[in-house]
């Protein structure tokens, strides 16, 4: 009963370089998202997606590209790493119409660019 | 603009004293409000939910509590146990969307 898979578990980048998270669930849910966690500021959305080939951006989507070419799968890209973007990464995923919307959460990807 | 604050960002209590845990909205236009529970090295669990019709939804050990005319929402732990040791966040549904807008965290410590 896998639910949502993240990898890497931790990556170190130097600035600049491009780097993908990647994100799958195989719980057949159609919303996925994305979020980092900074200390003090909670979970913040960077981009989500209401289903395959439909994306959208959130609350701090700058300095970073998702696409949803499959129900499972949906990679966050960074493009050109920077010290601002060391953070932890969450991927999300929920059911449309769930009572509740409860979101189902991978580990996390904890990124260190220095 | 943090649109869901929750002001304390720790919180000490007793183990099987009553852990009460506190939220502040701005936006009124969600569907429903969530607590998310998370444990180090973890991505958040779900935890409890209340629909923005309700002003209670109780679970076991758990009960939320909404306040719409106060904008507040409380998460009240009886009895508290050491397992329940946690960040909690709560976080709101954007009404008509699935995007979930959370609060920074509580760090709760239950000592024996």
């Known amino acids: 009963n896998a639910g949502v898979t993240q990898t890497p578990k931790f990556q170190v980048l130097k600035t600049g370089q491009s780097m993908t998270l990647q994100c799958a669930q195989d719980m057949n849910h159609e919303y996925m998202s994305w979020y980092r966690q900074d200390p003090g500021m909670g979970l913040r959305l960077i981009h989500y997606?209401?289903?395959?080939?439909?994306?959208d951006q959130g609350e701090v989507p700058n300095g970073y590209n998702v696409s949803r070419s499959t129900t499972e799968d949906f990679p966050l890209r960074l493009l050109s790493a920077a010290p601002s973007q060391t953070s932890v990464y969450f991927c999300?995923?929920?059911?449309?119409?769930?009572?509740?919307?409860?979101?189902?959460f991978g580990q996390g990807t904890r990124l260190t660019v220095v | 603009d943090q649109q869901v604050k929750q002001n304390s960002p720790s919180l000490s209590v007793q183990e099987g004293r009553i852990s009460i845990l506190n939220c502040d909205y701005t936006n009124s236009m969600f569907d429903y409000f969530l607590w998310y529970k998370k444990y180090p090295a973890e991505g958040p669990t779900f935890l409890i939910s209340i629909s923005s019709i309700k002003d209670k939804n109780e679970d076991g050990r758990f009960t939320v509590f909404l306040n719409k005319s106060a904008k507040h929402l409380s998460l009240h732990i009886v009895p508290s146990q050491p397992g329940d040791s946690a960040v909690y966040f709560c976080?709101?549904?954007?009404?008509?969307?699935?995007?979930?807008?959370f609060g920074q965290g509580t760090r709760l410590t239950i000592n024996p």
């Open positions: 999300a995923s929920s059911k449309r119409g769930a009572s509740g919307t409860e979101a189902f």
């Open positions: 997606s209401v289903g395959a080939g439909i994306t």
């Open positions: 976080a709101y549904v954007i009404q008509g969307a699935q995007k979930l807008v």
